[in-house]
């Protein structure tokens, strides 16, 4: 007998060189054809990875999209040769080692504090602008893609959310969605300057709850849900800074959710399309505490390939025991509490 597909969708989070960890859990996920997806939202890293997928299912199937997500990352790493770490025999520790030990990193990061993106680079050089613009073909992706996307930008004159979908989105959406204002120049859209999307949504979940059907909702999130210690050292203090930055979006959101679910559920007879999609709603999430709480901020400009293929490797990790905790029969089962965020 053939297992019957469920059709989920995608929030995928940014996070710089963290969403190697992301690579690795659609590509352990394409692999399950139990799997159906039918829209990605996603913010910088992540709406890297969701444009990527979603070319690659154009063109190739699944197969294609994670081929597709492999020369992505693959363009993103550069060789290794100074790392004593071997790209497969990566533990946790291991992964946390390497990203707090190059102070070449952390001087880099330091400077970009210092000075603006216009003194360091005038010219706005920016290598994913030549990688995408060979490994992407946005007219076909818009005229062949088959998944939903929304992906994440944020207006510089307002500080308001831009999703840009299918139908608008070109290389420089993209490289909107991961413009980090201490790294690169604003980029330009019709007039308009925006920044990185995960300043404002990290990542969206609003429009896979009213643009697509399925009630099943995965995130794959980058960065730790909870550190049990407080920060007490500067370096400490700062990331943990840098980490709720980018995330409160994401909880307010959540949080907003849990009392719409919650008040929808409270009254059966209320009828709508908004409350059946509520009450359906679940959400999944596919993430890692001890990983992610080991890597510094600095680590996000890591893209040695011993790096990155470790946190593709954790990702598939994760992944994999997802699928098999939580995929049982023809049915998904969630392992995130929403009601936590309620009062």
């Known amino acids: 007998m053939q297992n019957k597909t469920v ?3 995608l929030a995928l989070q940014g996070g710089g060189s963290h969403g190697a960890f992301t690579w690795g859990a659609l590509d ?14 996603g913010a910088s890293a992540g709406a890297m990875n969701a444009v990527a997928m979603s070319y690659g299912l154009a063109i190739g199937g699944r197969d294609g999209a994670r081929q597709a997500l492999a020369d992505f990352w693959g363009s993103v790493s550069t060789r290794d040769i100074y790392s004593f770490m071997r790209p497969e025999a990566l533990s946790e520790v291991g992964i946390a080692s390497q990203a707090t030990s190059s102070a070449l990193l952390k001087h880099m990061f330091s400077v970009t504090r210092m000075f603006s993106p216009y003194q360091l680079n005038p010219f706005d050089l920016n290598p994913l602008r030549d990688i995408l613009a060979k490994q ?7 005229s062949d893609g088959k998944i939903k996307l929304f992906i994440a930008a944020t207006q510089v004159s307002t500080g308001r959310l831009r999703i840009f979908r299918n139908h608008d989105l070109t ?10 204002p201490s790294m690169h120049h604003a980029v330009e859209i019709d007039g308009e300057a925006y920044w990185d999307g ?10 896979l709850l009213h643009l697509c059907a399925s009630p099943d909702v995965v995130a794959v999130l980058l960065h730790p849900f ?19 930055s980018f995330s409160s979006t994401f909880f307010t959101e959540l949080g907003g959710l849990a009392l719409a679910k919650h008040e929808a559920c409270a009254d059966p007879q209320a009828r709508g399309k908004m409350h059946e999609r509520l009450r359906e709603l679940q959400i999944h999430v596919i993430d890692s505490d001890a990983v992610m709480s080991q890597l510094s901020v600095s680590s996000k400009l890591n893209t040695k390939a011993s790096f990155i293929h470790a946190l593709h490797d954790a990702g598939r990790q994760r992944a994999d025991i997802w699928l098999a905790e939580k995929f049982t029969g ?11 965020f309620l009062a």
């Open 7 to 9: 059709s989920v969708t």
């Open 28 to 41: 352990r996920l394409l692999e399950d054809p139990r799997i159906d997806i039918e829209g990605i939202s």
């Open 136 to 142: 992407i073909d946005f007219e076909r992706l818009r």
């Open 171 to 180: 290389q420089d959406a993209l490289l909107a969605s991961a413009c980090l």
């Open 198 to 207: 995960g300043l404002t949504a990290n990542p969206p979940i609003f429009p």
């Open 226 to 244: 909870r550190r049990p210690v407080t920060p007490t050292s500067t370096d400490e203090i700062g990331q943990r800074l840098s980490e709720i």
């Open 330 to 340: 023809n049915k998904l089962h969630p392992n995130f509490d929403l009601d936590q």
